[in-house]
Structures are given as C-alpha cells and as structure tokens.
C-alpha cells in the first residue's frame, strides 16, 4: 500500500498588488496542475480583462469573484487544493488590502505556513509587519518572505539583502523560528518552480522545493490529551444489540494522545473515568492522536454534554472566567469596555464582557501601547474577558485549538474578533478526585 501524502496548508498574504494570485497561478501552472479546459478559459479570461497585455494573467485562477476581477484586488478568502508527487497542498489567498485584514486571520487560522509576499519596489511596508506579526500571533510555524517583482529592480542582490535585513530587525520579538527568504518573480517564474537564471547569488531552494520539503510532522501538538466533546453520540437503534445502549463521545482530538485503559478526567465536573473503547469510522482504534475524529467509550456512564472536556492526567489544563487574550477586532463598530458578547471556545458557547482594554500594537514599532480607549477595526490589541462559566483552555501558544476563541456580537450573530488566550496562571483544581459508583 502506497504511503499517504502529507498535506500542507499555507497561506499567501501581504499588501495589494505584491502578486499573491498571480503566485498561486503561476505555481498551479508551472507544477502541470491546470487541466486543458482551465488553460482554455483562463486564455480567454486573460484576454477578456486584458491586464497583462496578450499574456496569460494567472491571478485570475483565484480571483473568482467579478467584483474582484473589476478591482483588480483580491477580497475573499481563495482556497486551492492541488498536489505534487511529494506532498497535497491547501492553500488560502488572502485579501492584501487593509480594509480585509480579517479575511486574511481567518485564512491563516489553520495553515502551517505563511508565504508573505513582498514588493521588492517597495520593501517593507505596514501591511507586511502586520501580515508577519499576525502570523506570529497565531503562531504559524512556518514563514517564507517571498521578495516578489525581483525583476523589476534588475535582480539586486543589494535590494533583496536590504529587504531581508529590514525583517531580521524585528522578527527577533517575534514568535517565529522558521524563517525563508526567497527571490522571484511570479510573473515570469523565476524561483517559483524551477531555478532561475537570474539570481547566481541565490543558493537556496525554490518556492515550491521548499513548500514539498518543510518539515511539518512535528507541528502536531502530541503533547498533553484534549479532547473537546462536540457530540454524545446516542444512536438509541432498537434493531441492533451494539447499538441499542451505546453512549460514546464525539469529537476531534485536540491535542496529545488517547488510549485504550488510559485514565482520563472530565472537565469542568472533575470527575475521572478510564478509556474503555475508541471508535473510528473504520472500527476500532488502540490509540488515537490529535487531529483525528473519534469516539470516546468511557467505563463509567458519567454526566458528559457537548463543550465538556476530556482531559490526561499528566498535563492539566486552566479553568477560569476571567480571561487575559490577544484579538484581531474585526468589526466596523470599535470595541470599548463593558461591550457584551459571545464567546466560543472549542465546542461551547458562553456570555462574556470586556472587562478591559489592556493594550494595543503598534504595527510599525511592534510595541504594546497600554490602555487605548477602543480597538479599531484590524487593531490587534490584548483585553480581558469574564465569562458567564468558567471555560478550560490552554496557552495559545502551547495549543492553538483550546487557545483560540471568536467573539461573536449579540443580536447579529457576526463574527467581530479571533482572540488568542494568554497561558492560565495554574492547572485546574478539580473538586472532586474520582468518580464513585
């Protein structure tokens, strides 16, 4: 049986114009992955629009929409599945322009890498620090600045060493420890697929070489069980004796690893249990890990509902109601104090106020200014949170699903910010030690 292709999710993101579609089509087109029928159209389409003069414009490959295409500007969230011998792809192409910043969080809310695409005409500007520090934010393992339209600055060695040189100055403060630099044109494919001619001073690997080899297996966090219950499975099937009794408990894992015999707690009730069975579409599993879907038989039949979590006992996660977190606002309206919401945390749901406003970023310093009265929309800022019941997380940074977090406005249902948990200041204290029969 052949091996299964690892899958890498990335995420192309910078500024308006710096070439993100025009990268994705080029990469598509280079690597064979247009069908004819797609070549054909995206021909005519080419023509029709009549950017690149009688040329082929590949960012129309992922500028779907027609407000797009008459704006010249990318404004939803494109996804592109595509795959080479060594590894599938997903990719998201985010919106550049400002006004879309939180298109482009939640694009990058899943990926493994972020390709921030730079002018090399204009070197760093705010939309790259901002790009780069929220890839940092959402800790995004990977990052490759892609030093785009090196064609048009007579392939300078000096231009893209200044460039480089400007971002090494402050990814330093910066969560990121896998950086790439990588000349290219998307235009003309240089270094996109193959080796260009035009850099002798460029040694390293191309875009697509270093999309197939990064490595990715370790970005799982295999680190401490957490396994948030979405669904009490409950088939109640009177025809079928398995299933006539069956209560299992449904979810994606996570984080960490499961396995048959293995001691478990129930959070927020704190009661334990042990791992009786793990079901899997496909039958039964020894052990699970994260990020698969199962469901979970515990030993004893325990009071479980959808937004509880099951936890190991080597690693105990925070509970409170009073929360510390970074946010991307999202929202036209500014956020202020006292401004109620909902927040949604894993698989729950819970009332929350914003108790207050912390501090905000400055994009071009990289520094917290403290207590701003309001957070625009696309300010990035830290605030703190009370919720109507204590909720379990960890750390962002240690776990980016039981970290993580929307606000969600009363009234509209609209999605106003992503927020990223601060670590909790102990593991929980669960009231009671075991479970009593």
């Known amino acids: 049986m ?20 025009t990268l994705i089509g ?20 080419s023509k029709k ?9 590949f960012a129309l490959l992922v500028d779907g929409l027609a407000a797009e295409r008459e704006q010249g500007i990318t404004i939803d969230v494109a996804y592109r599945y595509f795959a080479t011998p060594r590894r599938k792809f997903i990719v998201a192409d985010t919106p550049g322009h400002v006004q879309y910043t939180r298109n482009m969080v939640t694009g990058a809310s899943t990926a493994n890498l972020s390709i921030v695409l730079v002018d090399a005409r204009q070197g760093v500007i705010e939309q790259s620090r901002r ?5 940092s934010l959402l800790r995004i393992p990977h990052l490759v600045i892609a030093i785009n339209k090196m064609d048009l600055v007579g392939w ?19 969560a990121i420890k896998d950086v790439k630099f990588i000349p290219l044109s998307a235009l003309n494919g240089d270094n996109v697929v193959d080796p260009s001619t035009q850099t002798p001073w460029y040694s390293g690997p191309t875009l697509l070489g270093h999309l197939e080899t990064v490595h990715i297996a370790s970005d799982w966090n295999l680190q401490g069980l957490r396994f948030p219950v979405q669904w009490v499975n409950r088939p109640n099937n009177p025809t079928d004796a398995q299933l006539h009794d069956f209560r299992g408990l449904s979810g994606q894992i996570a984080s960490g690893i499961v396995r048959v015999g293995q ?21 039964e599993l020894d052990e699970a890990f994260c990020p698969q879907s199962v469901t979970l038989q515990l030993e004893h039949d325990l009071d479980v509902s959808r937004g509880d979590m099951i936890v190991g006992l080597d690693s105990l996660p ?16 500014p956020l202020q104090k006292g401004r109620k919401y909902f927040l949604k945390h894993a698989t729950q749901t819970v009332q929350a106020v914003v108790t207050s406003l912390e501090s905000r970023i400055n ?14 929309m696309n300010d990035i800022g830290e605030i703190r949170i009370k919720t109507a019941k204590p909720i379990v997380f960890d750390g962002y940074g240690s776990n980016r699903l039981t970290g993580a977090f929307i606000l969600i406005e009363q009234g509209t249902n609209a999605t106003v910010a992503a927020g990223m948990l601060n670590p909790p200041m102990e593991a929980v204290k669960p009231e009671y030690n075991d479970f009593a029969i």
């Open 2 to 21: 052949a091996a299964m292709l690892e899958t890498l999710r990335f995420i192309t993101c910078g500024s308006v114009d710096d070439g993100k579609s």
């Open 131 to 135: 790009h780069t520090y929220i890839a």
């Open 363 to 376: 994009i071009q310093t990289i520094e917290a200014e403290p207590e701003p009265a309001e957070l625009a």
């Open 318 to 333: 925070g509970m409170s109601n009073d929360l510390l977190a970074k946010v991307c606002w999202m929202n036209p309206r």
């Open 156 to 174: 300078s060695e000096a231009r893209f060493n200044e460039i480089r040189e400007t971002f090494e100055s402050f990814l330093p403060r910066l």
């Open 263 to 283: 001691r478990v707690m129930v959070l927020p009730s704190g009661l334990k249990s042990t791992i009786q069975k793990i079901w899997t579409l496909n039958g």
């Open 49 to 57: 629009v009549g950017t690149q003069g009688g040329e082929i414009d």
């Open 26 to 45: 080029r990469l598509l087109y280079e690597s064979k992955l247009i069908f004819e029928d797609q070549l054909a159209a995206l021909e005519a389409d």
